[in-house]
């Protein structure tokens, strides 16, 4: 017996042929062969590869905050006769969470609108801050007017310390003066959770300050770098 194998390369060319073959070997076999076995193979095709691709995206949001534990402080009657703290101290806690520059906290002082100062309206007075000139910081002096603010910070808390400014960076009797715009009070350059800022509030007046009620508003404000 007589074994032939037919193959097609092509699927277009896969009929027509299978037909036209057949008969043409027919033939043939009618001549040469007694018995004759044609198989037809249909055509190889060869996969070609493919890829694909998923993006995939997120986000992530920082969170500041900044909560002072105090919504008021008093010097009570002050006098001449001595430089007054203010009680009790201002304690703000700050946290930068998932901000990699960190994040600042800044101070802007009421005064009279104009100036940083404790004010009053009758008669319209203002208690300079920190001194008659405006200063960035002053030394207080008993029977001189002068107010301002000194910061520090402590150990509470995780992450990047906070650096504070030097205008408030103070100690004893020296304050930083408050103006009317934001001003850094601290500042870190990373991640933080949990710091703490301690403010001390400092006055002094002269026997010629008026007398009357005064009072002062001073913001903090935090945001990331």
């Known amino acids: ?26 033939i043939i076999s009618s001549w040469f062969w007694s018995s004759l076995e044609i198989l037809v193979a249909p ?4 996969s070609a590869a493919t890829t694909s691709a998923v993006t995939v995206s997120a986000s992530v949001t920082a969170t500041i905050s900044c909560s002072t534990n105090a919504t008021s402080t008093a010097f009570g009657a002050l006098t001449s006769a001595s430089i007054s703290t203010a009680s009790p101290n201002a304690s703000t806690t700050i946290s930068c969470a998932n901000s990699a520059p960190g994040c600042t906290f800044y ?17 319209a007075y203002l208690i300079p801050s920190p001194n008659a000139a405006f200063t960035a910081t002053a030394t207080l002096v008993a029977a001189t007017e002068g107010y301002g603010i000194q910061a520090a910070t ?14 408030y960076l103070q100690t004893g009797d020296t304050v930083g003066g408050l103006v009317v715009t934001n ?5 870190t350059s990373a991640t933080s959770s949990g710091r703490e800022v301690l403010i001390t509030h400092k006055a002094a007046i002269s026997a010629s300050t008026p007398a009357g009620s005064y009072s002062d508003t001073i913001t903090y404000e935090c945001t990331a770098n």
């Open 1 to 26: 017996m007589i074994k032939i194998i037919l193959r097609f390369t092509r699927e277009r060319e896969y009929l027509p042929a299978i037909g036209l073959t057949l008969v043409a070997l027919l």
């Open 43 to 46: 055509p190889e095709y060869a």
């Open 107 to 123: 101070v802007k002082d009421a005064g009279n609108a104009t100036n940083g100062g404790l004010a009053t309206t009758s008669p």
């Open 154 to 167: 402590t150990t509470a808390g995780s992450g990047a310390i906070f650096t504070v400014g030097a205008r």
């Open 183 to 187: 001003t850094t009070l601290v500042s």
